[in-house]
């Protein structure tokens, strides 16, 4: 089986080394870009591309700009790093279509553990399981959403968080236990990143976003009627 091919992009040289070291061990195949004007060329140059990690400050283009031309032509999952923990800039990179963010200083172990959750997520391709539930039409396989015969166009971690919800319909959800499965155990976020995402979710759905209720104090529930 070909080795999956992650591109990681970092001004710092020594920050590429010691994620690509890390990555390697664990057989995946590391491309490497200084800045974000190389990592396009690299990444529109390359096919199979399976992950992007994209630091935020780089010199040329940054990583938010890296992060908008990338989104205009794939979904590719993009794991952000950044060096400053500002809630504002979190905002910024899930609303990019960000699938996962980390802070510097952070532990490689980490990095690798969000990396293999993400790749085990959109590489289960022999999953061929449709969830239907009140005209909304969820295909794990395809990892298409349709809503009364119309495709949604959803990010990474929007189609991962209605999937979650179709999964467990009727039953009350915690904000602690959504994070625990949809974020992974390792995610250091808050509630808000959840509510953010339900509000586009539900935005996304349109009449349908309704059947996500809110559960006050607690989290949301998904129920059809």
């Not at 590391?30 to 390359?46: K, N, Q, R, S």
Request: aromatic share 8%; with cysteine.
């Amino acid at each position: 089986m070909d080795k999956l091919k992650i591109l990681v992009v970092d001004d710092e040289s020594r920050m590429r080394k010691l994620v690509r070291d890390f990555l390697v061990k664990q057989n995946y195949e590391v491309l490497e870009a200084g800045d974000g004007a190389e990592a396009l060329d690299i990444f529109f140059g390359t096919e199979g591309i399976a992950l992007v990690i994209l630091d935020v400050m780089m010199p040329k283009m940054d990583g938010w700009q890296t992060c908008r031309e990338i989104r205009a032509y794939s979904k590719v999952p993009i794991i952000m790093l950044t060096a400053k923990s500002d809630e504002r800039d979190e905002l910024q990179g899930f609303d990019l279509g960000v699938d996962e963010y980390i802070s510097k200083p952070f532990s490689p172990k980490i990095l690798v553990a969000r990396v293999e959750a993400i790749l085990r997520r959109t590489s289960a391709r022999g999953v061929d399981e449709v969830l239907d539930a009140g005209g909304i039409s969820l295909d794990k396989a395809a990892h298409i959403v349709t809503v009364d015969g119309r495709q949604l166009d959803l990010s990474f971690k929007e189609f991962e968080l209605l999937t979650y919800f179709m999964e467990n319909q009727g039953i009350a959800l915690s904000r602690e236990k959504i994070l625990n499965n949809v974020w992974n155990y390792d995610y250091f976020g808050d509630a808000r990143t959840i509510d953010t995402h339900v509000k586009k979710l539900r935005s996304k759905l349109g009449d349908k976003g309704d059947m996500i209720k809110t559960i006050w104090g607690m989290g949301y529930k998904f129920e059809v009627g």
